[in-house]
């Protein structure tokens, strides 16, 4: 459940990672392929913010200690209430990218981390201050903060928020957002 602290900028890593995701549907498998053909394209940048067409993100659903509710983000730049999560720059090990994110956004450090994906996303990030529009591969990831965490948000936040996994809807109609909170919910139920 933890992370290797170390990071790796060999994208065969974040190619491993991919390859063993279990896709719950077509859907899901076809964003599958759209990630590896574009680390195909792309072998040497896919994972840096210099690969101007987009690059590879890793983001977490941060569950509580007892995974009822969900750490989310009033991201700053964007206005949307998302999961935690942001650029590898540089590191292909999808999981630990997801964990540091994480970590940084939320000011919890104690978190462990589900080492296979829960989703996959590719989403379109709009032009900001002299950054063109962009891509973002994401790959997300299931972690859980231990009993009494306290979060500190980051700059990149204008509020987090606990939020109980059944409320989610309420609070974004971001189907990025609501597709993993769904299987999260199915995965309470069994």
Known sequence: MGADPQPDPDLGRARQILLAYAAQDAEQEGVRHRILD??????????????????????????????????????????????????CDGDANLVNVALRE????????????????????????????????HLHLDVRFVAYAPKGARKVISRESLKLSWMPLGEVAGLTDEISVLRPILRLLQRRAK
């Open 102 to 133: 994480a970590q940084e956004e939320s000011g919890i450090l104690e978190i462990t981390i589900d080492h296979d994906p829960i989703d996959l996303d590719v989403h379109t990030i709009p032009e900001h201050r002299g950054v063109p529009e």
């Open 38 to 87: 574009f680390i195909d394209a792309h072998p040497q940048d896919a994972h840096e913010r210099t690969c101007l067409e987009g690059h590879l993100t890793g983001s977490v659903f941060l569950l509580d200690h007892k995974r009822e509710r969900v750490l989310l983000t009033l991201h700053r730049k964007l206005g949307k209430w998302l999961q935690l999560g942001g650029h």
